[in-house]
């Protein structure tokens, strides 16, 4: 199982991106994703996560509004595109298949990406 995340780099605050997931050797379509993100000396935390028909989402409460998490079963792909950034938005952002339990929980997810770098300028 592989994801590959991309789409990050240097925004302006205020500005937006695209974050892309491909995944590759997983039955995809059957599986809940989330997004995570880890700033520099802090804990991977939560961003937001979709179920496998995108019937269902889920946000932190400090992207809610700003952010939305889809999915394109066809293409393997799972997006998150992020809205009026912050600063505070600066960090390395995952993608990773859900296993079950909480959503909110690392420790539920596998098969992590090798992360996608966003910085926002103030």
């Known amino acids: 199982v592989q994801l590959q995340a991309s789409g990050g780099g240097l925004v302006q605050a205020g500005g937006s991106l695209r974050l892309s997931c491909a995944a590759s050797g997983h039955t995809f379509r059957h599986s809940d994703m989330g997004w995570f993100r880890q700033a520099p000396g802090k804990e991977r935390e939560f961003v937001a996560a979709?179920?496998?028909?995108?019937?269902?989402?889920y946000y932190a409460d400090s992207v809610k509004g700003r952010f939305t998490i889809s999915r394109d079963n066809a293409k393997n792909t799972v997006y998150l595109q992020m809205s009026s950034l912050k600063p505070e938005d600066t960090a390395v952002y995952y993608c990773a298949v859900f296993l079950g339990g909480r959503y909110y929980g690392a420790e539920n997810y596998r098969y992590w990406g090798q992360g996608t770098l966003v910085t926002v300028s103030s």
């Open positions: 979709i179920t496998w028909n995108g019937g269902s989402r």
